[in-house]
């Protein structure tokens, strides 16, 4: 009786995965239909024909999303590079050494995540306004980086905790000084651990919302994020373009999915320390 | 070119990590992440409580010369019947989507704890709707739960369970349902992930044992799985209350905050006060009271996690 009871629960997790398969392709399938079938009834399930239009009409032709997709991918890659930057030294330097009030660092990184965006991105618009950074690059990286850091932290330090210690303090010995034993060592064995907060720094500015929303006022500086909360005001009911856009600001996560978790279990077999 | 410097021969005497010999640059290592949170966080969270006792309009912001007013923000803000109710409309969302999103998360974990033929792929794809942005899944929501052409309706009204369309996202009590239901679509993955890796901490042996000594299923879950997993439970649960608590983007983009004010929660409040009426002190004030809210918890949360860890 072993197999069918197995089965049953492969079948009830059909119906669960459905819960969240089923939208995600609801969004997909809407996306390629023409804009008199978005409003068939009742659906049609498969898009018949499937067409492309929504995608060149509101991504390829827009110049209002084509420019938050610019603006997006700039400040991702921003946030990305001076979270690493802050981050990797930091979790390096809370792993390595045994710092005077490394609990209490930590126990703040955590309780940083806890801020709501809205506590942050209040006090940044009057700051940024007297500074004339409202509608900057660098205010929304700032921003997008004052939550991304300590999660990095956060992150990162197990990794370096998992460097041997005899690894490092043999390169001390040949002569390396901390920072290139730091640069040379720990960093090329965590390659695993700095990607996968590569990306999630990246994915976390490209979906952010609050700092996005408050911080840029200009059309021509709002991130995609901002763009497409805009789109379902202006567009109304034209859900088969609405849904274009999401799909699009969603491409970047699908694709960090399928080759983060091919990536990571790349990392886990690569074992850079053999004993 | 490797730079030689005589720090290295103190620590490769001692075993390391050593607490005794600490390089200085180790702090060097951890120092600029520091100054940029003092600039980034901890100087606009004192900045926003100075401006909770300024009276900041637009014109203010600009000029920078707000007047000090005392407390008249809070008290003006406490006695708000839009504060006042965002701040029960908060309580009540994130009490309701945290309930739910744990009960199914824990349905989750305990389903996907047994091996059956598709469980790394459905555990896969549920972990797609974790990392979806919440502006794309709220935008997925608001489509399948229009009234008109959604796809919910269909479902229902092809089930024979609806025999008109609801236009769900119109009602004041529908559309706290529906924004509850989408923050648990997305939160509690999460939970399944956590709670997971606490169920398969759990030694076999105890369910052995249990089940040798004629326990049931039910007993089991009850009399082991509940108990062993409490420690992880209060973490998932304190996670949760703090990200849902804070929930922005889904009811920004869903109703933004109707209709009428059903679904104003204390973030969209502050956001209103601020950058649609300017005005920034009410606004400030408005966040200081919300910040104290998920800050009293986790204080609460640490120090329980202390005393057990004591006894």
Known sequence: MRIPRAWLSSVLGIALAGVYVVPVYWMVATSLKQPGDVFASPPDLIPSPVTFRAYADSVLNSSGVLRGLLNSTIVGIATTALTLALSLPAAYGLARFRLRFVNTFLLLFLVVQMIPAINLALPMFVIFSRLDMVNSYTGLVLANCSLAVP?????????????????????????????????????PVSVPGIVTVAVVSFLGAWGEFVFALALTTKEEMQPVSVVLAGLTNAFGTRWNDVMAVSAVVALPIFLAFLFLQRFVVGGLTAGASKS | MIARRSTGAATATGRPPNRRRVPLTAYLFVLPAVVFLAATVLYPLVFNIDLSFRDAGLRQIVTGDADFVGLDNYAEELANPDFRSALAISLIYTVLSVGVSFACGLGLAVFLNKTFPGRNLMRSLLLIAWVLPTVVSANIWRWILDGTY????????????????????????????SVVTATVWSTAPFAMILLLAGLQSIPETLYEAARIDGAGPWQRFSRITVPMLRPVSMTVLLLLFVTTFKTFDTIYLMTRGGPGDATTILPIHAYLEAFQFFRFGTGAAATTVMLLIPLALSLFYFRSLRREEAS
């Open chain 1, 151 to 187: 999660l990095a932290v956060t992150v990162l330090r197990p990794y370096f905790l998992t460097v041997p210690g005899e690894v490092v303090e043999a390169a001390t010995v040949d002569g390396c000084n901390q920072w290139s034993a730091f640069l040379r060592i720990a960093l």
């Open chain 2, 150 to 177: 959604g796809l919910l309706n269909t479902v229902l009204g092809g089930l024979g369970l609806l025999d008109k369309g609801v236009f769900w996202l119109v009602e004041p009590t529908s559309a706290l349902i």
